[in-house]
């Protein structure tokens, strides 16, 4: 079970990591004013890809929080701890 631990492990870190930059990309979007350039377009279709399979069921369940004319999705940090969670059981990362 090491090794598959192991192997285990980084494939969820890995995966935490793309989440911490879809974030970060959402956000540059969110901010920046004006036309996104080719570079944030293909960041944001890459890291939403690789990442929606994971939030789409969770964001069924726990719909986005409204507060005024905002909305907070929740899937993305629900999905983040489950990550960190997993970690922690499979191997102590």
């Not at 494939?11 to 974030?23: A, G, P, S, W, Y």
């Not at 004013?33 to 929606?52: C, K």
Request: aromatic share 8%.
């Amino acid at each position: 079970m090491g090794a598959i631990g192991s192997v285990l492990g980084v494939l969820l870190l890995l995966f935490e990591l793309v989440l911490i930059v879809r974030v970060v990309v959402d956000w540059v979007d969110v901010l920046s004013p004006g036309p996104a350039p080719a570079w944030r377009q293909q960041a944001r279709r890459v890291t939403h890809g690789a990442t929606e399979w994971a939030l789409a069921p969770v964001r069924r369940v726990l719909p986005p929080v409204r507060a005024g004319s905002m909305g907070f999705d929740l899937a993305l940090p629900v999905v983040f701890i489950l990550v960190l969670v997993l970690r922690a059981i499979v191997g102590g990362f």
